[in-house]
């Protein structure tokens, strides 16, 4: 079966605001201002999703199951969240968040000019990310 | 003995309630840790817990909460699809079946499972996150309430099932 299809990636910075959104084909394109709302929407329901646990000790939602698509979600001990929306029963999708979040200190954190919590403007990481997704397509679907 | 009791009061200890017969696939049923039922305006219809360690809020916060989230997570998700071309949008509160749903997520500690009637009747299940996919176990759930909630004709529509 064909694996892993992602639909796009969003980035949120800890105070929730969107910092980086890549779509990868998704049937439309999401505008700048809903992409940022839909962020913060995010955000506050990872938050309240922490305060609902019947037991202690909960760090979030990592992964949600629609009828359409999943979304798998990885929270850095810093606050910033990756999620990145897929198709159904994608797999690995956890170790993709984990590249992602490596990609995202090398090329992001430890760029001098680039701005805490601010949107993320480095080319360095666009190809690097660009490479990874497709690399992954590429092996996966062998397109 | 059923928890939609027609009529009857079933003020038993959330320790001791016992679970309706099992679907099949469940096992025991002995996963489960809390039930809420939501209907269309937010009234919670039903909350019982079988393990619960940690309670954050005081019950009528809990459930505004829970369907807070509820409500706003469905409209994330219709937003969010990408399988549909037609722009949603984001405040607009939705009819039960417009948009894309979940049904279910997961975090570390737990698993919500839901389900949404047609006619707006949300079923929540908490349960261990290794659980399985939990879809027919809320089907089931929704029929025990069309048969014993519904057709009792003691019950008024919108109040909490006793």
Redesign the interface.
Known sequence: MALAAIYSLFIINKSGGLIYYKDYGSARRIDTNDSLRLASLWHSMHAISQQLSPIPGCTGIDLLQAHNFDLHCFQSLTGTKFFVVCETGAQNMETLLKVIYELYTDFVLKNPFYEMEMPIRCELFDLNLAQVIHKDRVALLGR | MQFFGGGSLTSVAPEVTPSPAAPPGTGTGANA??LYVFNRNGVCLLYR?W????H??DPTQ?HK??F??LF??R???S?????????GN?GVPLLPGQG???????????K?NFMESPSGIKLIL?THPRTGDQRDSLKHIYNLYVEYVVKNPLYAPGTPIK
């Open positions: 840790q809390v817990e393990h619960r360690p940690l954050t809020l809990d909460l829970m807070g989230l706003s997570l409209s994330f998700t937003k969010i699809d990408p399988t549909t071309a037609e722009k984001l894309c749903s979940f049904y279910s997520f997961k975090t570390n500690t737990y919500l908490i």
